[in-house]
């Protein structure tokens, strides 16, 4: 799951989207890039999240910055509000 983008279902930040980092057996570890950055992601319940993979995009996270996080998380949107 790691390099993609994902919502969170649950908590204060329900419904906002995060691009997933780093992953282990229960937890993924979400960045928004602007908030939470790469050195200090949100640590989340895999089962509080929704993956989202009709996008397509992977992003490969050996070079990724936080700006290339935002830009990725607001185009994303972008699209969204261009299909309703």
Avoid: W
């Amino acid at each position: 799951m790691i390099g993609y983008l994902a919502y969170s279902l649950l908590g204060h930040d329900k419904g906002k989207v995060y691009l997933i980092v780093q992953e282990d057996k229960d937890f993924v570890y979400l960045a928004d890039g602007d908030v939470r950055t790469i050195a200090q992601p949100k640590k989340k319940n895999k089962k509080h999240i929704q993956v989202i993979k009709k996008t397509g995009r992977r992003t490969d996270m050996s070079s990724v910055t936080n700006e290339e996080i935002k830009y990725q998380i607001k185009q994303y949107c972008k699209d969204i509000q261009e299909v309703k």
